[in-house]
């Protein structure tokens, strides 16, 4: 994960992840974010084919009241393929961004790779 702070004291995130073979529980994208709307990008990759599955990728934030998910599509791990997906979100003050995946049904070693950019809109 790479964090670069901005000059108006907000900050962006990025996450490079390469050969995932497992569901990613919740993890922290941004700590701390400043109140605002954010935009995540999310690209998920089948880098490695096996004979079934699936994977998404959930982008969670807090924004003040609830908790509010969103999910991309469902991402073939039978084939290559890629699946981009743009969220746009609000955060509540020092609250976390976190992003995480669901594999299902996958069989047949098969892998991905997922990068996702956060943006500071204001």
């Known amino acids: 994960m790479s964090l ?14 390469t050969g995932k073979t497992a569901s990613i529980s919740s ?48 991402l ?4 290559t393929g890629e699946l981009s997906a743009t969220f746009t979100l609000y955060s509540a003050a020092n609250q976390s961004i976190n992003y995480s995946t669901t594999l299902a049904g996958a069989t047949g070693s098969p892998q991905y790779a997922m990068r996702i950019r956060l943006e500071y809109l204001g």
Request: a positive charge.
């Open 76 to 79: 073939s791990l039978s084939a």
């Open 4 to 17: 670069r702070a901005a000059s108006n004291n907000t900050a962006s995130a990025s996450v490079n992840l």
């Open 27 to 74: 993890t922290s994208l941004l700590t701390g974010a400043a109140a605002g709307v954010y935009r995540a990008t999310v690209d998920l990759i089948t880098t490695a084919v096996g004979t079934a599955g699936t994977v998404t990728a959930t982008i969670t934030s807090n924004n003040g009241t609830m908790s509010p998910s969103q999910t991309t599509g469902a």
